[in-house]
């Protein structure tokens, strides 16, 4: 049985004064069973953010991750110095693809250091507008080349762990509010999976957790969770609300209590 997740990317929101708060209040309104709850603040709040859920069962993620481990490379961070900090990453967001340069491998490299670091990546895929509208078949090929380049050079050991998680966000539907339909999503993630299977070293893309993103709110987190093929979301503005929180973790525990029910 996959796991429900619900990870919080706070992008460059917050400040160490007031994101613990932030984050405690967060992990408060969401002790919700079954759901995994991951929160994703920026490099600098991470240490506030990991004091102020001393104790909850909520996991902190970085938003990136360096490809060299150490060196002269200013303003980056690398994957040792997560340690302590982050138990998870995301690795290849389209705001870094689009802002940083990020090629497909240069995101199989800081994926590598994640994986060998022991951080569990989430690795974000995603087709634009343009590639949406010449039709389903032209996006589940740019997101299956997306899949393939961050992931066959890290395929074998490397993802034998099997901590790898996807999420399918597509571009035009990050901070437009315009999400994917439900359906869509669901037809990228089996897509997803089908591509996760063929790439040599990892295993069944049956196991793998597939979370959707793109303008998720509590309003239409049901849309997605109704899915089998989807395991949960990343929230990007919505995740600074606590109200909207409460209302997308409460609904992914509805999902995960139905998982739980029809394994046992
Ligand atoms: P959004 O961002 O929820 O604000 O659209 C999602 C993301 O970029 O992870």
Redesign the pocket.
Known sequence: MRPIVI?A?W?MNTTPADAGELARTIAGRTRVPGVTRVICPPFVCLAAVREALAGEDVAVGAQNVHHELAGAYTGEISAPMLDGLATWV?VG???RRRDAGETDALIAAKLGRALAAGLRPIL?VGELLEVRDRGAAAAEALVAGQLRGALEPNAGDALAGGTLVI?Y?PVW?????R?ASGRDAAAMSEAIRGVLSGIAGLGSGQDTPILY?????AANIGEFLTEPAIDG???????LKPDEMAGIVGRAGVTAAARLATTA
């Open positions: 990870a990317n992008k995301i967001h389209s705001e974000c999420a966000e539907a990050i901070g437009t509010g999400n993103g793109g303008s998720v709110t979301a990343l929230v990007g503005g919505a995740s």
